[in-house]
């Protein structure tokens, strides 16, 4: 079989449902494959590694937008996305990030940890209520969705009062990464004009008053840094920590505990710490990545045997290089013992994930938790999967606790 066939099998919904075996293939013809013209699919560890460590290949930003996409300004979405830092390259890259990361802290993190503790425990006390009775309770909707996106609330400084109605909006603003239908945009565009209408409020009650929160932090130093961060960069920023950190942490939850439910021997070691949660959660990130993909522009080089031309699309599938039987013995064993770790599923180089941290801390203390709560838990019916392919994870993940 060839790339293209495989390719093309790969998207279909059975691919997409369950990619790996068409990834052992693409794995059989090399580390890297030309599908098209300009068009390079990169699945080896070592060449993905190299490449997001790379500088010569960029992230797409307003340069690329106006020759993929000219009408971009007139959607307030790419708007705000092109000041993500996530689509900058360069020193504007570098300046924006480092202002982030030095509010976005270790010890910020850290300091989360008894309030995501707590939210952990209300949000399965209130799974046990629901499934008191041995009636079904839905993991992603009354766990996995809920805990992450109140966890930003509480690092950015999102008063609880407004927190309701602000998990629909992230949610909405969320589908921008998954953007494979026109027929979203309008919802996408509203929740972002939303969001940024908000944010806007907040930073004006937070630069009169600030508090010990995220916001007021990045207000100080951009301030103090006499406009080093403009106010629009700060608050498109934030809309990013939003769709960056909402659903992959929630993908990160939910592909967890589809492996806890599919092999009885988990749970119980997670449970009496013989399997440390920091372990499991590392090779959660590995065997079925949240994120499965990332791509950069390329430039005049080689990926192993194959030419890179400037301009060429390279996309590199984070999930392919998790299961590269090079770098991984066994890659589709679930070992969470295994000493060669070392997922890509938070990137490297200049763009590593900056919540990369915040996800395995938020996926250490609820898996524990979850799992001494409820021995019991199983399957109650059919897991779906979402349809998606860049974010991997589930819609429904169905479980009885009793
Ligand atoms: C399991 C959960 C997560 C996964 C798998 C994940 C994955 C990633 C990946 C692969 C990248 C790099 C993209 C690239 O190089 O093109 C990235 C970047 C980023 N992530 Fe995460 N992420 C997670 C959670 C979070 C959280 C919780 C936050 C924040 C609250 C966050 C914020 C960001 C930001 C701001 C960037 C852009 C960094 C830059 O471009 O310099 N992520 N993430």
Redesign the pocket.
């Known amino acids: 079989m060839d790339a293209v066939e495989i390719f093309t099998k790969l998207s279909t919904p059975a691919g997409r449902a369950n990619p790996y075996p068409h990834y052992a293939q693409l794995h059989e013809i090399g580390e890297a494959i030309t599908l098209a013209p300009g068009a390079v699919v990169v699945v080896g560890y070592d060449a993905i590694s190299a490449i ?1 460590r790379d500088p010569g290949f960029r ?1 797409s930003d307003e340069e690329r937008f106006d020759l993929d996409f000219p009408g971009w300004r007139s959607n307030p979405v790419f708007v705000q996305a092109m000041d993500w ?2 689509n900058l390259n360069g020193p504007k ?1 570098a300046r924006i ?1 480092s202002l982030m990361a030095r509010t976005f802290t270790a010890r910020r993190v850290a300091n989360l940890a008894p309030a995501i503790s707590q939210m952990t425990d209300d949000l399965l006390d209130a799974m046990a209520d629901r499934g008191a009775d041995g009636s079904a309770v839905e993991f992603m909707h009354d766990f996995a969705y809920l805990l992450p996106v109140t966890v ?1 609330c509480e ?1 950015i400084g999102i008063p609880e009062p407004d927190r309701e109605g602000f998990r629909p909006v992230a949610r909405d603003l969320a589908r921008v990464f998954e953007f494979d239908d026109i027929a979203h945009l309008p919802s996408i565009n509203a929740a972002a004009v939303e969001l940024l209408a908000y944010f806007t409020g907040l930073a004006a009650l937070r630069r009169a008053n600030p508090r010990d929160d995220l916001i007021s932090d990045l207000l100080a130093v951009s301030d103090a840094a006499d406009g080093r961060l403009s106010d629009a960069e700060l608050l498109h920023n934030l809309t ?2 939003l769709v ?2 909402f659903e ?2 929630t993908n ?1 939850l939910g592909n967890g505990l589809q492996v806890i439910l599919q092999q009885p021997h988990v749970g119980p070691a997670i449970a009496d710490g013989s399997v440390p949660a920091a372990a499991f959660v590392e090779e959660v ?1 590995r065997y079925d ?3 499965q993909l ?1 791509g950069r522009i390329g430039y005049e080089t080689k990926i192993g045997e194959v030419l890179v031309s400037d301009g060429d699309a390279v996309t590199t599938l ?1 999930g392919a290089g998790n299961r590269d039987p090079r770098r991984f013995a066994d890659p589709d064993e679930f070992r969470p013992t295994r000493s060669d770790g070392g997922p890509l ?3 490297g180089g ?7 941290a ?2 395995r801390l938020e996926g250490s203390i609820a898996f524990p938790s979850l799992v001494r709560r409820f021995p019991r838990l199983s399957a109650a019916g059919e897991a779906v999967r979402r349809e998606t392919f860049l974010l991997r994870g589930f819609d429904e993940l169905p479980v009885t606790i009793t």
């Open positions: 997001l992230v830092i996530l890259h990030r930003i690092l990013l920590l960056a950190g992959t942490t990160l990130l990545s949240p994120v990332t984070l599923s938070f990137g200049a763009h590593f994930c900056i919540g990369a915040l996800a």
